[in-house]
């Protein structure tokens, strides 16, 4: 072969091979773009949008648009624009005798009558308490009770005219006697579930109790005695709901106390102590409000 042929054949080699370097050289380009954009459309993983938890809600949003993914707003509770509201540990709703929501406090008025047993009559008594429901079925108070009983006689010791000639009577008060007697007790009642509007109730009462008794005697002498000592009750009675706040009741309740005096008798030469016996039967009604 003549070295002109020579030379054609090493020039077509030559080209041969930069060629197959060239057809490589542009596949792997082709390769490289292709994952670069395969990569930039990826979806975005939570742990994404986690480490923009403490960012706001157009980041996360501005996010999440780059990145090709639409989240919705029940997914993140980061991406919600309401506040989240979580219930404080340990605490819970107050419930009214239905199992809904209800006030929390009580107070009850009434009026009646009381009649102990070991004395001689029948008086007013008025009632008073305030307190709390400590649950659905149990309430704690305080009450404040006033027991009043007047007694009294009269006796006509002469008779005279005055200087128009209109004749007249002159009148002694005699054994004119005022009693009262005030407890102040702390209770806890319990309330017994039933259906409908009417709600029974026991309870028990512990606390002090004041007696004072004053007026005149048989023999026209002005005198005036205070007695006081432990006392206790015990009662029972039912709430008729007229309104979601507002009831009447009815009560009995029995009241257990000897209220005590000390003092210096000079007849005697020495301390001396007086006890009355104030237990009886009591029977009052009125109005309980919850608020």
Known sequence: MS?????????WAAGRRLGLVGLTLATAIVLEIGIAGTASNATASPLTYQGLAQGSSAE????????????????????????????????RPDYNYDGGHAPTYFANLGVGSFDPSSQPGRGFFFNGAVGSEINE?????????????????SQVISEFQDPAGNTGQRVIETSDVTTDLVPV??????RIPVSGSVQPYVGAGIGWEWLTVDGTDDQGFAFSDDYDGVGAQFFGGANLAVSPNASVYGEAVWNASTVSAEFYDSFYGGTVRDEIDMDGLGLHGGLRFRF
């Open 3 to 11: 070295s002109k042929n020579c030379r054609n054949v090493g020039r």
């Open 185 to 190: 007790l702390g209770f806890l009642r319990v």
């Open 60 to 91: 996360i949003q501005s996010a999440a648009v780059s990145s090709g993914t639409v989240l919705t707003r029940e997914s993140y509770a980061s991406s919600n624009s309401r506040p989240i509201r979580r219930r404080r540990p340990g605490s």
């Open 137 to 153: 079925s149990m309430d704690l108070g305080l009450s404040i009770q006033w027991y009043h009983r007047s007694t009294g006689g």
